[in-house]
T-cell receptor, first 112, second 114 residues
Framework: KNQVEQSPQSLIILEGKNCTLQ??????????LRWYKQDTGRGPVSLTI?????NTKSNGRYTATLDADTKQSSLHITASQLSDSASYIC???????????FGRGTSLIVHP | EAGVTQSPTHLIKTRGQQATLRCSPI?????VYWYQQALGLGLQFLLW???????NRGNFPPRFSGRQFPNYSSELNVNALELEDSALYLC?????????????FGPGTRLTVT
């Protein structure tokens, strides 16, 4: 069964600090992995998309890494801002049929 | 450029009724996806339409159905509503069939079943 596990479930950090969110998956065959940011009451917004051959991808202060061998991904947020407070969702798609598997998300709260 | 739009924003129905949710994709996008986000749970994939055809569906009962119109807008119908159908229903659109195309989400429709 395809699964995506995210950790931690929630995280509180101070403004300006860095943080790293984790995503472990068991999806086969692997097609791509996406990280989304979802503000409360809004639809998710794509941060990065990574395919099998990509190890790192950045989008501003967000850097995603992918280790296809260990089936792990991380999202690193640098110099956090209050606006980073949101839920961060890891999504892994299986190749061929497009049925994405979503993690439950990490709820990040950035305090001033 | 206008983003993905969904209507209504909120919908309240009673158990056993039918609900119809609507989605308009970004201009030029041919693929529309529907997701369910129940409270405390992750998003779950419901349906995928492209060029008017259903391309795939998630693990949901047949009372969840939909269609895509010639202008690529889409409608999700939920029949015989059950209390556990209460959730945020999100629609997303993308340029086409390729799995690597980025999906753009709408704001969602909050369905409450009483």
């Amino acid at each position: 069964k395809n699964q995506v596990e995210q950790s931690p479930q929630s995280l509180i950090i101070l403004e300006g600090k860095n943080c790293t969110l984790q995503c472990n998956y068991t999806v086969s065959p692997f097609s791509n992995l996406r990280w989304y940011k979802q503000d409360t009451g809004r639809g998710p917004v794509s941060l990065t998309i990574m395919t099998f051959s990509e190890n790192t991808k950045s989008n501003g202060r967000y850097t995603a890494t992918l280790d296809a061998d260990t089936k792990q991904s991380s999202l690193h947020i640098t110099a956090s801002q209050l606006s980073d407070s949101a839920s961060y969702i890891c999504v892994v798609s299986a190749g061929g049929s497009y049925i994405p598997t979503f993690g439950r998300g990490t709820s990040l709260i950035v305090h001033p | 450029e206008a983003g993905v739009t969904q209507s209504p924003t909120h919908l309240i129905k009673t158990r056993g009724q039918q609900a119809t949710l609507r989605c308009s994709p970004i201009s030029g996008h041919t693929s529309v996806y529907w997701y369910q986000q129940a409270l405390g749970l992750g998003l779950q994939f419901l349906l995928w339409y492209d060029e008017g055809e259903e391309r795939n569906r998630g693990n949901f009962p047949p009372r969840f159905s939909g269609r895509q119109f010639p202008n690529y807008s889409s409608e999700l119908n939920v029949n015989a509503l059950e209390l556990e159908d209460s959730a945020l229903y999100l629609c997303a659109s993308s340029l086409g069939l390729a799995e690597s195309y980025e999906q753009y989400f709408g704001p969602g429709t909050r369905l409450t079943v009483t």
